[in-house]
């Protein structure tokens, strides 16, 4: 019996095994001529829906919801034809993800869970593409393995979408822009036949938001999204042939383009199609996706990248006062600067617009001492970034950044590209390569959106591509809603140089433009608690240093707030609105808050902190800061992690709190 019952094993064991095998080479087969291929979320909440038909298309689903209806996806290229059409698919990897990343200038958390699950299709034609699902978000992408140069005629980027939902939309009518848009709020179906900028907001009220931008565009243009019913379809700019720009070499005209978006290697990547997905508006603020998409860091010794503060010159119009000298783009000004940087420990003076003359910028402002005041700074321990217009630091470029690494250069402030086609794309490419090599930190203005560079090149610290501050110069716009509609949309892409640091501050009825004493809409805590909510390893100090240095109170604040974070917690927040959030930097925590017009009112319990005691050092509105915008208190006051914080915001208003443990 016992050998009979070894005997049956035996011959059940090789019955299994032959099973085992023979699914195996049925399931290979399969590959060849599967309809649907399924990828799942790490925790299984997100789902992506791959179907290979006549035509390629793919659909999301979110617990079990469809939030994304099946949309087409192919890529047009000269002498090769439309691939994605007709797909014959001849083989499926698969590979699991569970990593950290380290930020060389951390904006939320010093490091980041890097955790998906990938499903690269192999097609027949030298092309593939990869579908990623994490856990707040998917990304796809094609790669191709055509090896010469190719002509790519279009992409077709689509995102059907279920009917009810409502966006934030970034209305843009043409293909060369700086990125600087408001947000209207509408119905999906009513922005049929309007074009809009990434990242780009859709959401239904209580229910999952879905925020549609790009990834790691690399030798090729940035993508653009029009409305067609329910649906979002994708427009790239084409390759720009002949251009000119004007007498400063600023601003673009484009005299003739190709019929093709771009003209590249055509054995690689392409960039990421990104949706971030979040359960309510607090997980926005917590996406790093952007980042974890970008390619990996490619400078190797990071130890000279220095994230800090700036004071900055051209927001306050160098009105400086209480000086015996002219205030002006002049050697006494800048001077000035660096002396009110190295007093209160900021890091950075930039050199804006007009230290040198029109577009030759070896042609130096005759007022301006350059040589003088790079040897003045290096004694104060404080250094200079040059702003530059790009043309005129394209015309010279290799000249140019040697010079300006003589000199000391700490970075570079490049302004006006306003396009993304293919070759301003390689641009923002080759300054943050090179500056790098000359150790400079960049930060881009008159820029596209982020797309994941900074993981890259982590000397590219900040950019703009957003309605700033400066714009209450010349626009009644900047409102506080706006200002609490970036963190939720263009801040979850990458840091923004919104240079925040009004000194002069107007409730909405006092408000008035004044190009050069500008003012802000919102009290002077809102300012303050900018400096902790936005994101940014290069935070400007806007305002004239004249009228900091006569607040020491504010001043004891900036001089410490950080621009880098270890830790972040969203406490409360809801777009347009209002925030409420902690950041950990070292040892101290700061909680912030803002709010819209609407005065309001929070208790937060500090039970997150660990035990002990700790001082604040708290801005708070003031008792009459609905009336009048610069009013503010400044306490001091013991807690434990015991304790409910009470915030009290005015209209606009604003609140920041230093934590210190005792």
């Known amino acids: 019996m016992i ?241 000119s720009t004007d007498e400063k070499g600023l601003v673009s005209t484009i005299i003739k383009r190709g019929d093709y978006i771009a003209e590249t290697n055509g054995k690689r990547t392409y960039p990421w199609r990104v949706v971030v997905i979040a359960e309510n508006d607090a997980d926005l603020l917590m996406n790093e996706l952007v980042y974890k998409l970008g390619r990996e860091q490619e400078i190797k010794d990071t130890s000279w990248i220095k994230p800090g503060k700036v004071a900055w010159d051209w927001y306050n119009a160098n009105n400086i006062y209480g000086v015996d000298f002219r205030a002006g783009i002049n050697t006494n000004t800048y001077k000035y600067y660096i002396d009110f940087a190295s007093q209160y420990n900021l890091q950075y003076v930039i050199f804006d617009e007009g230290w040198y003359v029109g577009r030759d910028v070896f042609k130096i402002n005759p007022d301006m001492n350059v040589d003088e005041l790079f040897k003045y700074a290096k004694q104060k321990n404080v250094g200079i970034i040059l702003w530059v217009g790009w043309k005129a630091f394209d015309d010279k470029f290799e000249d140019a950044i040697r010079q300006f690494a003589s000199w000391g250069a700490a970075g570079i402030k490049v302004d006006f590209m306003m396009r993304d086609d293919q070759d301003m794309v390689n641009y923002f490419e080759k300054i943050a390569k090179e500056a790098a090599k000359h150790h400079m930190l960049v930060d881009f203005h008159g820029s596209y959106k982020p797309d994941g560079m900074q993981r890259t090149y982590p000397n590219v610290l900040t950019r703009e591509g957003l309605k700033g501050l400066e714009n209450n110069k010349w626009d009644d716009r900047l409102t506080p809603e706006h200002c609490l509609t970036l963190p939720f949309i263009r801040m979850v892409v990458g840091p923004m140089d919104f240079t925040p640091g009004a000194m002069r501050n107007a409730q909405q009825e006092d408000f008035q433009k004044i190009f050069n004493c500008p003012m802000s809409q919102g009290t002077r805590c809102m300012q303050l608690a900018m400096y902790v909510i936005y994101e940014s390893p290069l935070q400007m100090l806007a305002d004239s240093p004249s009228t900091y240095m006569s607040e020491p109170e504010i001043m004891d604040y900036l001089s410490k707030v950080p621009t880098v974070w270890d830790e972040t917690k969203i406490i409360k927040a809801k777009i347009s609105d209002y925030i409420v959030l902690a950041r950990r930097n070292g040892s101290e925590w700061y909680v912030a808050a803002m709010t819209d017009w609407t005065p309001r009112d929070f208790e937060i319990d500090l039970s997150f902190f660990k035990d002990g005691n700790y001082q604040l050092d708290i801005y708070q509105d003031g008792i009459n800061a609905d009336r009048y915008a610069e009013d503010y208190k400044h306490l001091k006051k013991d807690v434990t992690n015991k304790d409910t914080l009470k915030i009290k915001l005015a209209p606009a208003g604003g609140f920041v709190a230093r934590f210190r443990k005792i």
């Open 3 to 243: 050998i009979q019952k070894i005997c049956c094993g035996n011959l059940l064991n090789n019955i299994i095994t032959k099973t085992i095998f023979l699914m195996y080479i049925l399931s290979l087969s399969q590959i060849v001529v599967a309809k649907n291929i399924h990828l799942q979320s790490p925790d299984a909440r997100i789902e992506v829906n791959i179907d290979i038909n006549d035509v390629l298309t793919y659909s999301v689903s979110y617990n079990k919801k469809q939030i994304i209806l099946l949309s087409p996806i192919s890529m047009t290229l000269e002498k090769y034809g439309q691939i994605g059409k007709n797909p014959e698919l001849v083989n499926v990897h698969t590979d699991t993800a569970d990593r950290v990343l380290y930020p060389v200038a951390p904006v939320k958390s010093k490091s980041i869970r890097d955790n998906y699950n990938e499903t690269i299709l192999d097609f027949k034609g030298s092309y593939s593409i990869a579908f990623r699902a994490y856990d707040d978000g998917i990304a796809y992408r094609f790669i191709l393995d055509i090896d010469k140069k190719i002509k790519i005629n279009r992409e077709e980027v689509h995102y059907n979408f279920p009917k009810g939902l409502k966006i934030y939309f970034p209305s843009e009518p043409n293909l060369v822009s700086h990125y600087e848009a408001y947000y209207d709020y509408a119905e999906l179906k009513d922005v049929n036949g309007k074009q809009c900028l990434l990242p780009v907001l859709l959401l239904k009220e209580d229910d999952v938001r879905m925020l549609i931008t790009e990834a790691d565009i690399n030798d090729y243009p940035g993508l653009y999204l029009y409305g067609s019913n329910n649906s979002l379809i994708g427009r790239h700019p084409n390759r720009v042939l002949k251009y």
